[in-house]
């Protein structure tokens, strides 16, 4: 059913697009709220960015190392969707209509490619990987389960796995707000690049599911800490170029070799018992 309601608005998104609705309104009225905490906004919108939301995620692969795949399987989907949709339409950002004394833009200014929001489509493709991955392991889990009460599966999770998805989808959303709030898209920029990113979690999700023999391997395992870790380093790069929402990038970095840390912490005794 969200797959459903997500291509509705991403069609919705795209009919807007193509009529030009007017969302100057609307975007200025977000934007506004920049003036509030311009560094909380900026470190909100880092979460958009692939490499910082898989190197924040870190930590799941010691948890719940299917729902990071999820997400990592998403990505190619939802960024030849994006780069598609991005090259049909070539659609002018604010600062291409708008005068800058307009509106408030924090970080760099950016122009061309606006439709849809990238940032928004990794920080909801995130958000459906984890709902598509815990649905599918609590329909897995349950002794209840039966075609007959398939529909109905989702309703049988426990507090902790709907705190999780709703912090999840709360983030996402704030991620698209913020890519308003720091003057870089329009509303339907978000809300195709929304839609974009649960359909794109949804598949990677699935893909996760479906290949597990393919990466629940230990050296697979050890492959993907090593893979944050590498993008931890660009991260680490861009501390020194990016002084508006740093602490972000920082968190990326300490979960990639935290996680890390604490894999080879857990070898050293699983070693020491055997």
């Given amino acids: 059913m969200s797959a459903v309601v997500a291509v509705m608005g991403l069609l919705l998104a795209i009919g807007l697009q193509v009529t030009q609705v007017q969302q100057t309104p609307l975007f200025i009225s977000v934007n ?85 929001s990238g940032h928004t489509i990794t920080a909801f493709a995130a958000a459906g990987a984890l709902w598509s991955c815990i649905w599918f392991a609590n329909r897995k889990n349950s002794a209840m389960y039966s075609p007959a009460t398939n529909q109905d599966s989702h309703s049988n999770l426990d507090v902790s796995s709907w705190f999780a998805l709703a912090f999840a989808f709360l983030v996402a959303v704030l991620v698209g707000v913020s890519r308003m709030a720091v003057g870089a898209h329009w509303p339907f920029d978000v809300l195709a690049g929304a839609c974009v990113g649960w359909l794109a979690g949804l598949n990677g999700a699935f893909i996760a599911q479906r290949w597990q023999s393919a990466w629940q391997t230990t050296r697979s395992v050890w492959l993907l800490h090593f893979l944050c870790c590498a993008l931890s380093l660009d991260l680490l790069n861009r501390t020194f170029e990016d002084p508006i929402g740093v602490h972000m990038l920082w968190l990326g970095v300490v979960s990639a ?8 912490l857990q070898s050293v005794i699983s070693a020491g018992k055997h």
């Fill in 257 to 264: 070799w935290g996680a890390l840390a604490v894999k080879c």
């Fill in 32 to 116: 506004a709220v920049t003036v509030l905490n311009p560094q909380w906004w900026a470190g909100l919108t880092f979460l958009g960015d692939t490499a910082v939301t898989l190197c924040v995620m870190a930590p799941l692969l010691l948890m719940r190392p299917t729902m990071w795949v999820g997400v990592l399987a998403a990505i190619p989907v939802g960024g030849i969707t994006s780069l598609t949709l991005k090259w049909l339409f070539d659609a002018p950002r604010p600062a291409e209509i708008l005068a800058l004394t307009d509106f408030h833009v924090v970080g760099s200014v950016l122009r061309g490619h606006s439709f849809p």
